[in-house]
């Protein structure tokens, strides 16, 4: 089925908290641990910690452009136009312990299909450099606190016999990250909305798969179809 961007953006920015919960738990290898109780009390926790660390950054650095303050708090930013080497289509990364790297190529090619395809009013107030500047600088954040900060100490028991294994979920940081940049940056939207706007820019069929499976994920696919 063949999708039209604009209106892939505009059912992708109804979609709440919980929903977007759901498309992280998705990917998360340990997903059928948990019952779906279990999945809300940590998509509550998951973003509450992502909004408190952005809040008690907020307090510290107010009126700073993400940039400025990763580099003042000893990050080393870098905005190269694409990874060295090419290949796999990457929009930004952290490297530990304090490298935060935006491809600047996504970007400029989001920008010009922001334009082309009249969505300027749809993302008011989204500046996509920030928002991915803040996802990485979270990470960045994360592994600083890794010995206290929840998506980092949060473990489920795996088996307890011979011996007890505990492993992390690897989704709440995901889910943490997108919290963060959303209050850092005060988009209206979930971050969430960039995976497919940036991939579109890339590649349509790529983009129009990573809806349809966000949708899955989210449980709308399942309402529609009971409608």
């Known amino acids: 089925m063949k999708y039209v961007i604009s209106e892939m953006m505009e059912e992708l920015i109804k ?18 641990k948990f019952t779906e109780e279990q999945k809300k009390v940590y998509i509550r926790k998951a973003n509450a910690c992502g909004e408190q660390e952005a809040e008690e950054l907020l307090k510290e650095y107010p009126d700073t452009g993400i940039k400025a303050l ?24 952290y490297v530990e312990p304090k490298e935060i790297t935006v491809f600047t ?28 500047l803040a996802h990485e ?9 890794r010995k206290e ?3 980092q100490t949060e473990k489920i028991q795996l088996w307890k ?9 690897l989704c709440l940081s995901e889910m943490a990250a997108m919290a963060f940049a959303k209050k850092m940056t005060g988009i209206h939207c979930s971050p969430y909305i960039l995976d497919v706007l940036l991939m579109y820019a890339y590649n349509e069929e790529a983009a129009e ?4 499976e966000i949708l899955e994920a989210a449980g709308i696919r399942e309402r529609e179809e009971e409608c």
């Open 15 to 32: 979609l709440d908290a919980m929903e977007w919960g759901g498309y992280a738990f998705y990917h998360e290898p340990l997903e059928r």
């Open 70 to 93: 990763a580099e003042d708090m000893g990050f080393t930013v870098k905005m190269p136009k694409t990874p060295a080497g090419g290949g796999h289509v990457i929009f930004a990364q």
């Open 105 to 132: 190529d996504c970007v400029e090619k989001a920008e010009k299909l922001i334009k082309k395809e009249h969505l300027t009013s749809l993302l008011e107030g989204i500046d996509l450099t920030e928002v991915l």
């Open 137 to 145: 600088l979270f990470h960045g954040i994360e592994y600083r606190k």
């Open 149 to 151: 900060i929840f998506t």
């Open 161 to 169: 016999r011979p011996f007890s294994n505990r492993s992390r979920i």
């Open 209 to 212: 798969a990573l809806y349809e």
